[in-house]
């Protein structure tokens, strides 16, 4: 049986998360290739050219902002992502447990076939001495569309460009199954 997928021509990548994790840090770390002092409540969409692309394929970035979006924009937002990371602080208990109280539970009710991949991004590992990549794996097992997690810096850049590359990735070559085994389809 010979296994079809569409080309995808663009890749859009959407962060959200709780306020204050870094989201407009991290993509505006990214653009510029130096930490923002003053950052804006949102960043404006990015699109990343195909040529400056380790994938070579057109790359839009998306911020979002509590205050100035509602959650029917998030919601839009959420369905018109090819990608999404959930971003936490690793120094922020609360940020970190929202991400399945709240988020994943939040894409999974939009993408109900899970077929939006998810990254989980741990941001602000400057602050800390610690990782908190363990604690994801329990969530990683109860949510098949996590395709992969990061921890980073937007202060000091470290696992930037990674982080952005694993989610225009997992776009496009997703590790995660084809299909359901427990729908059958
Ligand atoms: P909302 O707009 O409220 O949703 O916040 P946000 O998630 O976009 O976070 P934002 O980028 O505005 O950053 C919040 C605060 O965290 C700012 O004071 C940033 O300077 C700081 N910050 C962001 N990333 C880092 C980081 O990697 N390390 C440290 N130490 N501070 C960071």
């Known amino acids: 049986m010979v296994v079809k997928l569409p080309i995808k021509r663009n890749v859009r990548i959407l962060l959200v998360g709780d306020r204050s994790v870094g989201k407009t840090s991290l993509i505006l770390s990214l653009v ?15 699109t990343i050219p195909a040529d400056v692309t380790p994938e070579q394929v057109p790359t839009n970035i998306v911020d979002y902002s509590a205050v100035e979006q509602t959650d029917e924009q998030l919601i839009e937002q959420i369905k018109r992502a090819s990608v999404i990371c959930v971003v936490y602080a690793v120094d922020n208990d609360e940020s970190f447990d929202r991400i399945s109280s709240y988020w ?16 989980l991004v741990g941001n602000k590992i400057d602050l800390v001495d610690y ?4 604690g994801l794996y329990a969530i990683m097992e109860d949510y098949a569309e996590i395709e992969t997690c990061i921890e980073c810096s937007a202060k000091t850049l470290k696992n930037i460009s990674e982080m952005f590359y694993y989610a225009q ?3 496009l070559h997703p590790i995660g199954p084809l299909y359901s085994a427990e729908k059958g389809d």
């Open 32 to 46: 510029s290739e130096e930490f923002p002092e003053n950052v804006p409540a949102k960043a404006e969409e990015i």
């Open 131 to 134: 990782s908190t990549i363990d």
């Open 104 to 119: 994943l539970p939040l894409i999974r009710q939009n993408h109900p076939d899970g077929t939006c991949p998810v990254v």
């Open 169 to 171: 990735k997992s776009v």
